[in-house]
């Protein structure tokens, strides 16, 4: 495990560099108030600190994991396959809906899915839902002027 460790932090941070050498070549445009090469650089550099985690640990001793009597059945439980499950119909949504609905149906989907005081939740799940919502059409569409699909 330590060396496959190895080999996946050292080619994050290979294809970093080659990030970096692509981002270096965006033109700057003097119409925003930050470089539009600010949020590859950010995710860049967020990248390269976490491969360099990573390639610290993998030489630290590791301590022995004891797994208690039916751990991976509830790690691999049917809530958590289904939830993934959700999340998959979402991403394919965004495409055929849109953000917006796709969100605002993810969002209420979700919380009704798995949570055991649905009376009482659905109603704060769907205020969630129309005020994220809401605040992603106000600050992408309206403020920054930003298409959402």
């Given at each position: 495990?330590?060396?496959?460790?190895?080999?996946?932090?050292?080619?994050?941070?290979?294809?970093?560099?080659?990030?970096?050498?692509?981002?270096?070549?965006?033109?700057?445009?003097?119409?925003?108030?930050?470089?539009?090469?600010?949020?590859?650089?950010?995710?860049?550099?967020?990248?390269?600190?976490?491969?360099?985690?990573?390639?610290?640990?993998?030489?630290?001793?590791?301590?022995?994991a004891?797994?208690?009597?039916?751990?991976?059945?509830?790690?691999?439980?049917?809530?958590?396959?289904?939830?993934?499950?959700?999340?998959?119909?979402?991403?394919?949504?965004?495409?055929?809906?849109?953000?917006?609905?796709?969100?605002a149906?993810?969002?209420?989907?979700?919380?009704?899915?798995?949570?055991?005081?649905?009376?009482?939740?659905?109603?704060?799940?769907?205020?969630?839902?129309?005020?994220?919502?809401?605040a992603?059409?106000?600050?992408?569409?309206?403020?920054?002027?930003?298409?959402?699909?």
């Amino acid at each position: 495990m330590k060396t496959a460790n190895r080999v996946s932090a050292i080619l994050i941070l290979l294809i970093c560099f080659g990030g970096l050498i692509q981002a270096t070549k965006i033109e700057d445009t003097a119409v925003t108030l930050t470089s539009n090469r600010m949020f590859p650089y950010l995710t860049i550099a967020l990248l390269v600190a976490l491969s360099l985690g990573l390639l610290a640990t993998t030489f630290l001793p590791a301590p022995a994991a004891h797994f208690p009597p039916g751990y991976w059945r509830r790690a691999v439980g049917s809530k958590r396959l289904l939830t993934l499950g959700v999340f998959v119909l979402y991403l394919v949504a965004l495409k055929l809906v849109g953000f917006l609905v796709a969100s605002a149906v993810f969002i209420v989907g979700l919380t009704a899915m798995l949570s055991p005081r649905l009376r009482h939740d659905l109603p704060i799940a769907v205020a969630i839902a129309a005020g994220v919502v809401g605040a992603c059409y106000l600050i992408f569409v309206q403020w920054l002027q930003f298409y959402l699909p």
